[in-house]
């Protein structure tokens, strides 16, 4: 089973518009238009089973809305045959972060999808730290932007140097940081958190680091928590697969890439 762990969509009616105006932000191509059919399309070229969607609640009043459609586009069993799996969403302004925590995991979703960029918090915030105790009490996986955010790249809120700090306050859960630990920030990754607890994505990373660097970081860390991620749609599933399974590592490392880490830590 192939998984996807770092993708986007967005409603049709507004799925245009966000993905022009965040290529204008970064600078970057999408590889499908956004929407549901277009990332459903890039599995079925790719061979991906499944895809993880990860929405960002940028205003405490969209948790609702946002939170509700994870969970309609979210099946009640997974089948692995081009299916989606979406993450809930928070913002760490809410009124009341234990209620809206436990909502995400009442409703059956299985993570939750913290973006400190877009939210402007970093990460070793008390908001958000509470939010990430109240997850793991409630066996939420928490999934974090990390690094540089190529559309806002003038402050970064998540640095290895604060996830450090993180886990030494944070005890238990699963908590996972995008792009390799941290975008363009991966000789502090290797200074700070490789070997820790954490697991990484390999989002909008390949490409952006040597193969060798990707295996050496992936090695050092534990390839047993490196998970499979393209940040669809601005990088290419088929794209993305083709560079791992060309890469100079062994057919185990790869095959626990592709999925296998996933699979556990989602407990499908």
């Known amino acids: 089973m192939i998984i996807d762990f770092h993708t986007h969509i967005f409603p049709d009616k507004i799925a245009g518009a ?5 290529s204008k932000a970064s600078d970057s191509k999408a590889y499908t238009d956004g929407t549901k059919d277009g990332l459903q399309k890039s599995m079925e070229a790719s061979g991906v089973d499944i895809s993880v969607v990860l929405p960002v609640v940028t205003k ?11 969970r309609e586009i979210t099946p009640e069993q997974f089948l692995g045959g081009g299916e989606f799996l979406s993450f809930g969403g928070i913002h760490p302004d809410t009124e009341n972060y234990k209620a809206e925590v436990d909502e995400i995991a009442d409703m059956g979703l299985k993570g939750i999808k913290l973006h400190p960029d877009y939210q402007r918090v970093f990460i070793d915030d008390i908001r958000y730290m509470r939010i990430m105790d109240r997850a793991a009490e409630r066996g939420l996986i928490v999934i974090a932007h990390a690094g540089v955010d190529v559309g ?18 944070i005890d238990g859960g699963i908590l996972v940081m995008a ?18 607890r954490l697991y990484f994505d390999t989002a909008y990373s390949l490409g952006h680091m040597e193969d060798e660097h990707f295996i050496r ?27 791992i399974r060309e890469m100079n590592m ?14 556990r830590i989602l407990k499908l």
């Not at 090695?219 to 697969?241: C, M, N, Y």
Request: aromatic fraction near 8%.
């Open 18 to 22: 966000t993905i022009e105006n965040l």
């Open 60 to 70: 405490p009043q969209q948790f609702s809305s946002i939170n509700r459609y994870a």
């Open 152 to 169: 806002l790249p003038e402050v970064v809120h998540c640095t290895p140097k604060r996830v450090e700090h993180v886990l030494g306050q």
């Open 179 to 196: 792009h390799m630990g941290g975008w363009n920030c991966w000789e502090d990754v290797e200074k700070y958190l490789a070997g820790s």
């Open 217 to 243: 970081l992936s090695r050092k860390h534990g390839v047993d928590k490196i998970l499979f991620a393209t940040d669809s749609p601005w990088d290419g599933q088929k794209e993305f697969l083709s560079r």
């Open 250 to 263: 062994k057919e185990d490392e790869k095959k626990a890439i592709l999925g296998e880490n996933a699979r």
